[in-house]
């Protein structure tokens, strides 16, 4: 009997390990059934989407249509999940329709947390997918339409990690190009950007916000929004300041996906990530995690990173343990192998601890460079490099 292997999620983690299912099973000329489902249609570069802010034009750069990526012997199905029954082994589609599955990887990735801070979720824009920057960029673009000299729009970014340090970087260069009238905040509730990184990095990053004339607010976390103001910090004896704003872009942190709430698998309580040992299985050993939807062991206590980079990595051995699962042979372990950071303000980028150079942190042609070979590394990887290079100017 042909074993179903499932495929739910179309980002660096299910785009990756579909890519890595593919070459497993034409190497071992196995037979297996592959059902890739995913919301949207398209794979979507999502460490580039803050482009998108700046330009909606570069969308077509930054997205592959999943039936490109699919293998001859593979069905893609594009329908939302709502749920994933492990005793019956099926995976519950927003249509009401079920796939069943012999065995199951989860790479949903995440939702944005809100952290229960009163008004956020009403009236912020996240940047979880390109309708979030598209709708950003439309907000930004009328907000500086009704802007003067004397009365600018004001952008307030929420969370001062990569995505809060891209988005504040795209939306000073569309006030650039566009030569509005608009001022940018970056708020971060800890005491620098980019936190719990290197001094070094983190200077670097501020210096290029600051040359983006990016007005950088650390030390206070938000603590209420209304529909036309954030406020910062406050208690019992203090007032909190009132920071004005046309436009609110959070991008704090993460959560677990609410499709997964009551799947049967162990999970995080506060943040509904399940729990994935680093052979990428859960509590259920016919379910297996990855990318932002995981926690995965790497030992002392420690899980691997939400980033792009691991979810690559990881993807790589969780197609091959997908097949070797169905081939009832031992599981391949992993563990994230850091190989730097690369971020970008604008036009300009920040390149730290890059893997196999002699330099910590550095900035000019070689990090903007390494930037967009990474992007074009990838998207060629999935793809082809001739569609890569096709997208390196817009990286």
């Given at each position: 009997?042909?074993?179903?292997i499932?495929?739910?999620?179309?980002?660096?983690?299910?785009?990756?390990?579909?890519?890595?299912?593919?070459?497993?099973?034409?190497?071992?000329?196995?037979?297996?059934?592959?059902?890739?489902?995913?919301?949207?249609?398209?794979?979507?570069?999502?460490?580039?989407?803050?482009?998108?802010?700046?330009?909606?034009?570069?969308?077509?750069?930054?997205?592959?249509?999943?039936?490109?990526?699919?293998?001859?012997?593979?069905?893609?199905?594009?329908?939302?999940?709502?749920?994933v029954?492990?005793?019956?082994?099926?995976?519950?589609?927003?249509?009401?329709?079920?796939?069943?599955?012999?065995?199951?990887?989860?790479?949903?990735?995440?939702?944005?947390?809100?952290?229960?801070?009163?008004?956020?979720?009403?009236?912020?824009?996240?940047?979880?997918?390109?309708?979030?920057?598209?709708?950003?960029?439309?907000?930004?673009?009328?907000?500086?339409a009704?802007?003067?000299?004397?009365?600018?729009?004001?952008?307030?970014?929420?969370?001062?990690?990569?995505?809060?340090?891209?988005?504040?970087g795209?939306?000073?260069?569309?006030?650039?190009?566009?030569?509005?009238?608009?001022?940018?905040?970056?708020?971060?509730?800890?005491?620098?950007?980019?936190?719990g990184?290197?001094?070094?990095?983190?200077?670097?990053?501020?210096?290029?916000?600051?040359?983006?004339?990016?007005?950088?607010?650390?030390?206070?976390?938000?603590?209420?929004?209304?529909?036309?103001?954030?406020?910062?910090?406050?208690?019992?004896?203090?007032?909190?300041?009132?920071?004005?704003?046309?436009?609110?872009?959070?991008?704090?942190?993460?959560?677990?996906?609410?499709?997964?709430?009551?799947?049967?698998?162990?999970?995080?309580?506060?943040?509904?990530?399940?729990?994935?040992?680093?052979?990428?299985q859960?509590?259920?050993?016919?379910?297996?995690?990855?990318?932002?939807?995981?926690?995965?062991?790497?030992?002392?206590?420690?899980?691997?990173?939400?980033?792009?980079?691991?979810?690559?990595?990881?993807?790589?051995?969780?197609?091959?343990?997908?097949?070797?699962?169905?081939?009832?042979?031992?599981?391949?372990?992993?563990?994230?192998?850091?190989?730097?950071?690369?971020?970008?303000?604008?036009e300009k980028?920040?390149?730290?601890?890059?893997?196999?150079?002699?330099?910590?942190?550095?900035?000019?042609?070689?990090?903007?460079?390494?930037?967009?070979?990474?992007?074009?590394?990838?998207?060629?990887?999935?793809?082809?490099?001739?569609?890569?290079?096709?997208?390196?100017?817009?990286?």
């Amino acid at each position: 009997m042909t074993d179903r292997i499932v495929v739910v999620g179309a980002g660096y983690a299910g785009t990756g390990t579909v890519a890595s299912l593919e070459k497993e099973v034409e190497n071992a000329n196995a037979d297996v059934e592959l059902v890739w489902i995913n919301e949207n249609d398209y794979h979507l570069v999502l460490h580039e989407v803050h482009r998108v802010i700046r330009n909606p034009d570069v969308a077509s750069k930054v997205t592959i249509p999943c039936s490109s990526l699919l293998p001859e012997w593979g069905e893609f199905r594009e329908s939302r999940v709502t749920g994933v029954d492990t005793e019956e082994r099926a995976v519950e589609l927003d249509s009401g329709a079920t796939v069943e599955y012999d065995y199951l990887l989860l790479g949903l990735g995440s939702a944005t947390a809100f952290y229960g801070i009163d008004g956020l979720r009403e009236h912020s824009h996240t940047l979880k997918g390109l309708e979030d920057a598209r709708a950003i960029h439309q907000s930004v673009k009328e907000a500086a339409a009704d802007a003067s000299l004397a009365n600018p729009a004001q952008v307030v970014v929420g969370g001062a990690g990569l995505s809060g340090i891209q988005a504040a970087g795209e939306v000073a260069e569309y006030r650039d190009e566009h030569h509005v009238n608009l001022d940018v905040y970056l708020v971060e509730g800890l005491e620098n950007v980019f936190p719990g990184n290197d001094s070094e990095v983190q200077g670097a990053i501020r210096k290029r916000l600051e040359e983006a004339d990016v007005d950088i607010e650390c030390g206070e976390f938000i603590s209420k929004v209304g529909e036309e103001t954030v406020y910062l910090g406050g208690g019992e004896d203090t007032d909190p300041e009132e920071m004005p704003y046309d436009v609110l872009i959070w991008t704090g942190g993460i959560t677990g996906q609410e499709e997964l709430a009551d799947a049967d698998l162990d999970k995080d309580q506060r943040s509904r990530r399940v729990f994935a040992a680093q052979d990428f299985q859960t509590s259920d050993e016919r379910v297996f995690a990855i990318g932002d939807t995981a926690l995965i062991d790497q030992g002392d206590e420690t899980v691997a990173p939400p980033t792009a980079q691991a979810a690559w990595q990881a993807a790589e051995v969780a197609g091959e343990n997908l097949l070797r699962a169905s081939q009832e042979q031992p599981l391949e372990t992993w563990r994230y192998d850091d190989k730097g950071t690369l971020i970008s303000v604008g036009e300009k980028a920040i390149a730290h601890d890059v893997d196999g150079l002699p330099f910590g942190t550095f900035g000019g042609f070689g990090a903007k460079f390494l930037k967009k070979a990474v992007a074009t590394r990838w998207i060629a990887s999935i793809t082809s490099l001739g569609r890569g290079l096709h997208a390196w100017n817009d990286m």
